[in-house]
């Protein structure tokens, strides 16, 4: 059984930096890209980041181009997503995807399956 756990999300305030986890069980990560994808109150969810099966490809939403970045662990199986200089729109639920090949990817529908996420909150 795949299942994909977020970790890290939390209250902070603006500039603020956190950095979130994800953790793949019942399936190979490191021959798979993966994604970070967030959901805000009355929007729908929306691409932030994307990575390669070996990382050595990312690709980000204009959005977050230059305070978020996206890595991950293969011998861990697990997702990160470090986000600096946080801003209030950043607010959302943040989730992390297992594609279905080893691509970077902005589309959900190159993802099978996802987390139940992880709340972030920005205060202004």
């Known amino acids: 059984q795949v299942q994909l756990v977020e970790s890290g999300g939390g209250f902070v305030q603006a500039g603020a930096s956190l950095r979130l986890s994800c953790a793949l069980s019942g399936r190979t990560f490191s021959i798979y890209g993966m994604g970070w994808f967030r959901q805000a109150p009355g929007k729908e969810r929306e691409f932030v980041a994307a990575?390669?099966?070996?990382?050595?490809?990312?690709y980000y939403a204009d959005s977050v181009k230059g305070r978020f970045t996206i890595s991950r662990d293969n011998t861990k199986k697990t997702l990160y997503l470090q986000m600096n200089s946080l801003k209030p729109e950043d607010t959302a639920i943040y989730y992390c995807a297992l594609g279905r090949d080893g691509m970077e990817s902005s589309s959900l529908a190159r993802y099978g399956y996802w987390g139940r996420g992880t709340q972030v909150t920005v205060s202004s």
């Open positions: 990575i390669n099966w070996s990382g050595a490809n990312t």
